[in-house]
């Protein structure tokens, strides 16, 4: 069945219920909804005949419970009185049980995370789509939209839509403050600091493989990383009613101060237990132990090794496990070293919210998780992708050392812009952790989650939780 309750039955709502809708369970489906008021057949006119709507008047099913209950029906056009087992299993997004005989089935994923943020699964899904940053908390996650690289304006109007469609469901932004940047927006200065070495390498790349020059900025150049641009950013951030910051490098204190002020909760992404240290001195209000394997920004340490040092320096400070979390065991793995949830991103790049280029898509399908590298080539910090000719270029015999962030970000933004716009292949790729090994079809949000959750509560119940 699927739990909501009252704030969730939103024009967002009605669309992850016509997802619902689409599987074949194997059984009739329950939508039960915590609610004082009958809801009107017309909200699920859409939906096929063998959905079971259900209206629960009752509003003292608790989240932990699997119990039976007596309500109103409509099945079809009918209206019926049924009773049945019902299986609630979650504050707020449910999801399908899949055993309505096994309670302890339905709630086998749930830690005290999902009590503090209001989730039905302690999984954070980042992505840089917005859509699919909705998707993930619509399927009962916690949707974490990339933000770094777009600009206030853009910033304001996604967290405004987030907002809209997702009211109090847990959501947020992750954004990169890394520390050494200059000061002012000023890409006329940073340009004139590039060496000529560096130029003439990009110049022969771009005749090379034959990359268009057609004038415009690449999403790493539209702006220059600057203090004044983060500084932008993060007023725009605070001024919103957003639940969850994520910072992936950087606390600084004028960002964690007045975030705290204001309500939000603040997650720290680390990669080593002095990393975690600091994050918490600084305020974190949940930490991200993220392990060598993970996808783009990543350090040394691997995620088995990290988790477990994270968790005893945090004590009771909450923990996510992320770095090569791509299935249900993953997910298992991570909460017996002690994390309470996970941080995932590279599984959700073949989804079909994420709008990837097909030709990425195919990449990312085929490759291994033998098949990425870590790179200085796209913005001078260290980025995991997978494997192509681009990062192949960079590190060949001859090819120039990457300058620091943002001097890489100039030198090389507008053509990355423009590989992407043209479709220049062989140069394409995308950030990606070793989880891509695990990537073998497109999917959407909702069949990703529906498939870690099930798997988690399959691994959990093969060690006996």
Known sequence: MVMFPPRALTTASTRLLLALADHDYGRPVVLAFMSSVPIQSSKISALVERIVYLAVSSTEIRHDAAIAYTGRAVIGKEE????????????????????????????????????????????????????????????GGIGIWGGTRSTPEE?????????????????????????????????????AAIPEQHRQFVADLRERYGVPDDGLPGMRTRFIRSEASARAQVDVVLDSNLPILALGIGSPSWVIEPAKERGIKLVSLVGQPKHAERALQAGADIVVAQGYDAGAH????????????????????????????????????????????????????????EHKDPKVVDKLIAAGSADTVISRANSGKTFRQIRTSWSDEWSSEGAPSPLKMPYQDVLVGDMLGQIDRHGVGPLMHSGAGQSVGYLNAPSTVAETMSRLVEETNDALHRIGR
């Open 80 to 139: 019926t009185t049924l009773r049945l087992p019902t299986v609630n299993c979650g504050p707020q997004l449910g999801t399908v049980g899949r055993n309505l005989e096994d309670p302890t089935m339905a709630n086998a994923l749930h830690t005290h995370l999902c009590d503090e943020l209001g989730c039905a699964y302690p999984i954070f899904g980042f992505t840089h789509s917005v859509d699919a940053a909705i998707a993930v908390t619509m399927s």
């Open 155 to 191: 910033i304001e109007a996604a967290l405004t839509r987030m907002h809209l469609e997702l009211g109090d469901l847990p959501y947020g932004i992750d954004l990169v403050i890394p520390p050494g940047m200059p000061e002012k927006d000023n890409r006329a200065e940073v340009e």
């Open 298 to 353: 990543t350090g040394p340490v691997g995620t088995f090794s990290l988790v477990p040092q994270i968790v005893d320096v945090c004590g009771e400070v909450p923990v996510v496990a992320a770095g090569g979390v791509a299935t249900g065991r993953h997910i298992a793995a991570a909460l017996a070293m002690g994390a309470v949830g996970v941080w995932t991103g590279t599984l959700w790049l073949v989804c079909e919210e």
